[in-house]
């Protein structure tokens, strides 16, 4: 069965560090889809990467990548030069797919990040 | 922005009393989920729709049943509104060519009362 772990609750960083939310994943499907959102305080679930199982390189989007590690079921997400505005709650989530027939789509509880000035 | 709209956005009803959530996309996608979140339990998966009239149950699925007649609309319904079902409802849609994304709807406000 599909499942998704963040073990970290919480984090603190500072201001232009760089920072790691940890996920790991279980599913028995090679064909899958890894993602990570952020929600801010104002509440919106906001898209920001993905990494599909076949994809050969680990994902990039500006300041966000995904170290991607298949044989550990591992999906971290890295933040580079953590800004004020990344404070917020981070889900990573799967979906088995594409070519299920469901692509059901579960995360994980989240881990809420606060960046230190 | 990814056209997705929920309605309404904020709700407010009495114990015992059915309501409907509503989910409409603009995008064609073929799949639609609807979540709850909660502290401390992040989002969960209520019910989700693969195509037309095709739905299956998520994790959460007790005290309340989806429809979906057509591709641009997902329906939540809660036969009969219980105080434990105050959360906030998300909306997601995934599809396209290369089914690389899922985006979500504003959130639902529910409280029963």
């Known amino acids: 069965a599909q499942k998704i772990t963040q073990t970290q609750p919480g984090m603190f960083v500072q201001e232009k560090e760089a920072v790691t939310l940890d996920c790991t994943y279980d599913t028995s499907d090679p064909s899958y889809g890894l993602f990570w959102y952020k929600q801010p305080s104002s509440g919106e679930m906001i898209f920001l990467i993905y990494?599909?199982?076949?994809?050969?390189q680990n994902a990039t989007e500006g300041r966000y990548s995904l170290n991607f590690q298949k044989a550990r079921k591992s999906a971290n997400l890295v933040i580079s030069a953590s800004q004020l505005g990344d404070s917020a709650m981070y889900f990573c989530?799967?979906?088995?797919?594409?070519?299920?027939?469901?692509?059901?789509?579960?995360f994980g509880t989240g881990t809420l990040l606060a960046v230190q000035p | 922005d990814a056209g997705i709209t929920q309605s309404p956005r904020h709700k407010v009803t009495e114990t015992g009393t059915p309501v409907t959530l509503r989910c409409h996309q603009t995008?064609?996608?073929?799949?639609m989920y609807w979540y709850r979140q909660d502290p401390g339990h992040g989002l969960r998966l209520i019910h989700y729709s693969y195509g037309v009239k095709d739905t299956d149950k998520g994790e959460v699925s007790d005290g309340y049943s989806v429809s979906r007649s057509k591709t641009e609309d997902f329906l939540l319904t809660l036969e009969s509104a219980t105080s434990s079902q105050t959360s906030v409802y998300f909306c997601?849609?995934?599809?396209?060519?290369?089914?690389?994304?899922?985006?979500f709807g504003q959130g639902t406000r529910l409280t029963v009362v």
């Open positions: 995008e064609n996608h073929r799949y």
């Open positions: 989530a799967m979906r088995e797919g594409p070519g299920g027939a469901t692509n059901k789509l579960i």
């Open positions: 990494q599909g199982s076949y994809d050969q």
């Open positions: 997601a849609i995934s599809g396209g060519e290369l089914n690389t994304e899922a985006f």
